[in-house]
């Protein structure tokens, strides 16, 4: 959730996809492979949805799939609320009150805890579907934890989180939750709606966030270390 702000944006991140020149929800679709210069370390996406899909497109398309905890994030100027994906289970985790690199590390920290493989952060945006002011300085942290995340094969999408603070509210209210608990969790309901977002999409409308670096992206493709007591059963 953002009010103003005065954090100063790290990076411009955006997709190939031809929705980043128009006002829709951005999808990255395949593309040509850019080497443009950026001084941030991030470049246009070189991998697609096709070949890095997330957790939520996957299993659609793979009924007999396993695995793929999702870490769902809504970043804001002071708050940042963090949710949990098992499978279609979400839940609100916590509320972090960190900024910068303490802020990237926690977030890092609760996915190995949590054994998480994605993160879709929340991305800002006016209610006719256009970027904020906001929208950059998320794309700029976003473009950090995906450089953290690449190096664990772990991904990143962005995810439109419109009208998702109202929803929260509203499941609060619904729950019969006090003013001084939804005070207190609010963020954290935010980043579980805009997992249930991303679920009700199948996350065909999320942003691959890609870092710049060769290898890392071949790490992206490799995926994270194979987890040997979760797949014993299959071998």
């Not at 411009?12 to 370390?41: M, Q, Y």
């Not at 690199?101 to 926690?106: A, S």
């Not at 929208?135 to 950090?144: E, K, L, M, T, Y």
């Not at 060769?214 to 270390?225: A, M, N, T």
Request: net charge positive; glycine share 8%; with cysteine.
């Amino acid at each position: 959730m953002w009010t103003q702000q005065l954090l100063q944006p790290v990076l411009l991140l955006h997709s190939c996809s031809p929705s980043n020149l128009t006002k829709n929800p951005s999808i990255v679709k395949p593309c040509a492979t850019h080497n443009s210069k950026n001084f941030n370390g991030i470049v246009k996406a070189t991998l697609t949805l096709e070949e890095l899909p997330p957790n939520a497109l996957r299993r659609k398309r793979e009924s007999e799939w396993r695995g793929g905890f999702s870490l769902g994030v809504d970043l804001g100027m002071a708050r940042t609320g963090v949710a949990l994906s098992k499978g279609f289970c979400i839940r609100p985790l916590t509320v972090l009150e960190l900024r910068g690199e303490k802020l990237e590390l926690r977030i890092i920290s609760i996915a190995e805890q949590e054994e998480a493989d994605e993160f879709i952060v929340g991305l800002p945006k006016s209610f006719d579907g256009k970027e904020t002011p906001q929208s950059n300085i998320v794309r700029s942290i976003a473009g950090r934890l995906a450089i953290r995340a690449a190096e664990r094969g772990w991904r990143v999408y962005l995810q439109d989180e419109h009208g998702t603070t109202t929803d929260a509210i509203n499941r609060m209210v619904n729950m019969g939750l006090s003013k001084s608990t939804q005070q207190k969790k609010l963020d954290a309901y935010a980043a579980m709606m805009v997992l249930e977002r991303y679920f009700s999409t199948s996350g065909q409308k999320t942003e691959l966030v890609l870092p710049k670096s060769l290898e890392l992206q071949g790490k992206l493709r490799r995926g994270p270390p194979k987890d040997d007591d979760f797949f014993s059963d299959e071998d």
